[in-house]
């Protein structure tokens, strides 16, 4: 499904990856050693070199805006340009059902932005993806500010959408949710991607 070759920035070198459709790939690795750096090339959010396709089609035959819609990359620390959460969704009658599933308040859409915690952003800023209907999910260290209830919530419904056909990478620094996402496993060090070493190998 998602098909990347020689992808390279500042603080990347020359990055491989197939990703299949509905699968999720796990990445790992120190702090500052280029994991976001590398989704958001993927996303093309920064400029960046190499070959990007998705489904067969190269990522510079879409527009920008058609790219990100479908390779949606999901920060840490997601951004917010109005002051009520209700301004960041088309239709907040849609969204609402989803932010309950993810342990949300439904009145938290007549919230101001500056009220919220660090993981009630993560949870909605994850609402505004899924709402998109990405064909790939990048997701940056998405439950890091949860409890583990909660981060179980989130991981049910990635599972929903990973069967649905959604393809992800998820970078995570929990290696039991790396083992309960993902079927491979990659490692980031110094812009390095590489699969992770087994163990005992």
């Known amino acids: 499904m998602l098909k990347i070759r020689n992808l390279t920035r500042p603080g990347l070198r020359s990055a491989d990856l197939d990703l299949a459709e509905g699968e999720c790939v796990a990445l790992g690795g120190p702090s500052g050693s280029g994991k976001s750096i590398f989704l958001r090339a993927i996303a093309d959010l920064d400029p960046n070199?190499?070959?990007?396709?998705l489904e067969g089609l190269a990522r510079d035959q879409m527009t920008a805006p058609i790219w990100r819609k479908r390779v949606c990359y999901v920060p840490a620390e997601a951004g917010w340009w109005a002051d009520r959460?209700?301004?960041?969704?088309p239709d907040p009658d849609i969204a609402r059902p989803l932010m309950v599933?993810?342990?949300l308040a439904p009145e938290a859409l007549d919230w101001e932005v500056a009220r919220l915690s660090t993981g009630e952003k993560q949870r909605l800023a994850l609402c505004r993806a899924l709402l998109a209907a990405p064909k790939v999910l990048l997701l940056d260290e998405p439950t890091s500010g949860l409890d583990p209830e909660t981060s179980a919530k989130v991981e049910a419904m990635l599972h929903e959408r990973l069967q649905g056909g959604t393809a992800m990478v998820i970078v995570t620094h929990d290696a039991a949710q790396a083992g309960r996402m993902a079927k491979r496993r990659l490692h980031m060090q110094s812009g390095v991607l590489s699969p992770l070493a087994r163990r005992g190998a």
């Open 49 to 53: 070199d190499g070959e990007v396709s």
């Open 101 to 103: 599933r993810l342990g």
């Open 85 to 89: 959460v209700a301004d960041h969704f």
